[in-house]
């Protein structure tokens, strides 16, 4: 009676220590335990002497067969799940266990056994149901122990949580891409759904980028991508997308569109209810680089957005003219005709080109800007938004991209 009373103190002190650790490692900062601190000389003494007291033939050994988390792999919001973790007493006296709750928002469910003589196993089950604003999910669940050891267990899950549809990779991002290039885009698009469905519209939401792309979409068997986190897929859709040149120089954000519809309401000849059309979105990304740059000072500036050029407040009723240079590089440097397209705002702010000068590898074109001395008060500063003046510096190539400036400025009340 005695020693088992022993047992329990060296259990309970050890779980202490082990619950001092962990809030120590996760928060750094120092706890205290009733009337004594992690690290006394007199806990130290008395955990050595309950172990003298105890004989190893009478402590308990907690395993988990199968490990102390599971992965579920893939599920859908909003759907439960469920495991049994199996505990075994692999030690030599009775293991004492206890369900103390848990951390998240799964169900612990009670244990068949709460004392497991040497050998002997249980299960304790866990469900919980997949609701996140992101794709991991983890969560867990606190089971106590008399093994010495291990006074303190965390059972965990995790996985992720995805929708009836996901893409790997999960955006398109290709980095930087010469004007005259095509781009080309891959991906796998997986189905969770348990209808099966039909690929029947491919877009971006640009009609510009839209009209300069084939769509090519191929349905493959799930095992084929080799993809072991998202096995449980009930389809898989390989796409393949080609971006003809043209797209203006600079940044490109777009949402590319993947429309579906289910098998069953798409006749032979490919019509469907336009009611039973549904969409997967995904983030496209990148930059359009090529031979039209501006350079860059004071008043030129390349950011993430593409080139942008400060006049800030303009006097009134002044005609300053603000100029900048364009640089023409690569093989077609010499034939390259450029010219102003749009204009924004028409009729205030004014763009002109002058005759290029050549060097041995660029030639440099200037550019004149300009504010109507007869403007009313406007204010085209950016603050906040996109409202710049624009101008768009176009070639006689088709294959190269043009380059559009934003223009911040601003004509004050007189």
Not at 45 to 73: A, H, M, N
Not at 93 to 107: H, N
Not at 183 to 198: A, G, N
Request: include cysteine; charge should be negative.
């Amino acid at each position: 009676m005695l020693k088992a009373f022993g047992l329990a103190i060296f259990a309970a002190m050890v779980g202490m220590g082990c619950g001092w650790f962990v809030h120590t490692s996760n928060f750094n900062v120092e706890s205290e335990f009733g009337p004594f601190k992690p690290g006394d000389r007199e806990v130290s003494e008395r955990i050595e002497s309950v172990k003298r007291e105890i004989p190893p033939d009478q402590l308990p050994k907690l395993e988990v067969v199968g490990g102390e988390q599971f992965d579920f792999g893939v599920m859908e919001p909003g759907a439960e799940g469920k495991h049994s973790f199996v505990v075994r007493n692999v030690g030599k006296g009775p293991l004492e266990l206890e369900v103390a709750g848990s951390t998240c928002k799964c169900t612990v469910g009670s244990l068949k056994k709460s004392t497991l003589e040497p050998g002997e196993q249980t299960e304790i089950d866990l469900t919980w149901v997949t609701k996140s604003t992101g794709e991991e999910f983890g969560q867990s669940a606190i089971l106590k122990t008399n093994d010495p050891t291990r006074g303190e267990l965390n059972l965990v899950i995790r996985g992720r949580v995805i929708s009836s549809m996901t893409m790997v990779p999960r955006t398109f991002s290709f980095g930087e891409v010469e004007s005259g290039e095509t781009i080309v885009l891959e991906s796998v698009v997986y189905s969770f759904s348990k209808t099966p469905i039909v690929a029947v519209r491919q877009s971006f939401s640009d009609p510009d980028v839209t009209g300069r792309s084939t769509f090519s979409v191929e349905e493959i068997s799930v095992d084929s991508t080799g993809n072991q986190e998202l096995k449980s897929a009930t389809q898989a859709f390989k796409v393949r997308i080609e971006i003809m040149p043209g797209l203006r120089q600079g940044p490109l954000r777009d949402n590319f569109e993947f429309g579906f519809a289910p098998k069953s309401a798409v006749g032979a000849d490919g019509n469907f209810d336009e009611d039973v059309l549904f969409k997967f979105y995904a983030e496209t990304s990148g930059r359009i680089v090529g031979a039209i740059t501006l350079l860059e000072n004071r008043r030129v500036f390349n950011g993430e957005s593409g080139y942008y050029y400060t006049i800030g407040e303009v006097e009134p009723k002044s005609e300053t003219p603000y100029r900048a240079n364009i640089m023409l590089r690569g093989p077609k440097r010499n034939s390259i005709k450029l010219s102003i397209g749009d204009v924004q705002p028409k009729g205030i702010l004014r763009a002109e080109l002058g005759e290029p000068l050549g060097r041995s590898t660029t030639v440099v074109v200037p550019l004149t800007l300009s504010i109507d001395p007869a403007a009313e008060p406007i204010d085209r500063m950016g603050r906040g938004n996109e409202d710049y003046g624009t101008v768009s510096i176009e070639t006689d190539d088709p294959t190269m991209s043009p380059l559009l400036l934003k223009v911040r400025f601003q004509v004050p009340k007189r």
